[in-house]
């Protein structure tokens, strides 16, 4: 992107990378979480950040939103030239209107935590991009175990945490959602006076992972017994944390279908990475291997996360489908040439074939004249061998999938 725009703006929750992965580009950096001189700059002469060796880091600009159309009129100034500036930031500014102008001057990328892929942990013989084309081949995975994977939840995806135990680092991500609650929402302008509120709002979120829970059931849960928590407090504070990039829900899909019957259109509630799930409710990996039917959600989550990475640089939206009768699949992965694949997500193997047999039955009800036939049928399993079926479909175990 830098050699094609004069700004690109990374966003991402916090400690995902951004600023490492910028620093690795740029020759001059301003930090303004950490440098007071920065911000004060920032605030009386904001040209001076607007000049030094390029590529600048412009580190948690959010902090001082006001250097947006500072970028955008320099890029303006020095027509022609690319890659000038790299913008990131962990929260997305309460008012965002402003951003517009930066269309064609200021390119987004958005980041995520790692991949398994991208920490290691799957060897990537399954390319999605292969997968859309017909070319990919039987391969073998990693060699991961369930409870390997489950130590993958609980870490997640978080560089700092890559050499720790998930105890360890699940005690880390605990205090990450204590600073969210307690520091970050209140930074962006969030009003909120209750953390506790927004600690039981993350629990019940976390209890309903990778579901389409409604704010309705997500607000009694969070009221309780005494009931005094509002639908709009609940929507606002989830609002809040959406901005922060802490929650990334994952959009219906919308296809044409052969069937009367409608798809439903409720988004499924995701975290950024499953771990943050596990962090909400303290859950260790024990607990985890002792409720396999929450593991499977949280397994679901991760796919998920894994999915949006790899299609990310291939144009690629992550969406799901359920029709009224029942029939859904987990993930739909489109890209911009209109192309698709769908993927169920099962922990355990005994349930390929009933997942298998859903995909087809999916298939057929797609009106393939108007939407096109799916590139690929697969899925996504915790261990075991890549390889297609006699029906088709993928059998992918994750610790295999890859860009």
């Known amino acids: ?27 001059t950096a301003f930090r303004f979480d950490i440098d007071d ?17 390029p590529p600048i880091l412009l580190d948690e600009w959010q902090l001082e939103p006001q250097l947006w159309n500072h970028v955008r009129r320099a890029v303006d100034d020095r027509s022609g030239e690319k890659g000038i500036f790299i913008l990131t930031g962990s929260a997305t ?23 398994l892929f991208e920490s ?16 990919q081949e039987p391969a073998k995975g990693a060699g991961l175990e369930v409870t390997d994977v489950i130590d993958r939840i609980v870490t997640g995806g978080w560089p700092a945490l890559q050499q720790d135990g998930p105890r360890t680092a699940a005690r880390a991500l605990r205090g990450y959602l204590d600073q969210i609650s307690n520091v970050d929402l209140p930074a962006v302008g969030h009003r909120t006076r209750s953390p506790e509120r927004i600690q039981r709002l993350l629990s019940t979120l976390a209890r309903n992972v990778a579901t389409e829970a409604r704010i309705t059931q997500i607000t009694a849960d969070v009221a309780g017994a005494d009931g005094t928590v509002t639908r709009s407090t609940v ?41 943050l799930a596990v962090a909400a409710i303290r859950g260790t990996p024990e607990r985890l291997l002792a409720d396999l039917n929450w593991t499977g959600l949280l397994f679901e989550s991760l796919a998920v996360r894994d999915l949006r990475v790899y299609s990310q640089p291939l144009g690629g939206l992550v969406s799901h489908f359920r029709n009224a009768k029942g029939l859904e699949v987990d993930a739909i992965v489109q890209l911009d040439d209109g192309r698709w694949a769908a993927f169920e ?37 915790a261990t075991g061998m890549a390889y297609r079926r006699s029906d088709g479909v993928w059998v992918i175990p994750i610790d295999a999938l890859g860009p």
């Open 120 to 135: 290691g942990h799957s060897n990537g013989s399954v390319s999605l991009e292969r997968l859309f084309t017909g070319a």
């Open 93 to 115: 500014p309460s008012d965002n209107a402003s951003r517009h102008s930066g269309a064609g001057r200021i390119a987004a990328l958005r980041m995520r935590p790692m991949s």
């Open 235 to 275: 929507t606002n504070d989830i609002n809040g944390l959406a901005r922060l990039m802490v929650l990334e829900d994952q959009p219906a899909w919308g296809p044409h279908l052969r069937s009367r019957t409608p798809a439903r259109e409720a988004a499924k509630r995701h975290f950024t990475d499953p771990s």
């Open 37 to 53: 001189a920065a911000r004060r700059t920032a605030e009386v002469a904001p040209s001076l950040l607007m000049q030094g060796d």
């Open 1 to 27: 992107m830098l050699a094609a725009v004069g700004a690109v703006l990374i966003e991402g929750p916090r400690a995902c990378g951004k600023t490492a992965t910028g620093a690795t580009r740029s020759r």
């Open 345 to 381: 997500v099962k922990l355990g193997q005994r349930a390929v074939d009933a997942a298998a047999e859903g995909l087809l039955k999916f298939a057929n009800q797609i009106d393939e004249v108007r939407t096109g036939t799916p590139a690929a049928l697969a899925v996504i399993t």
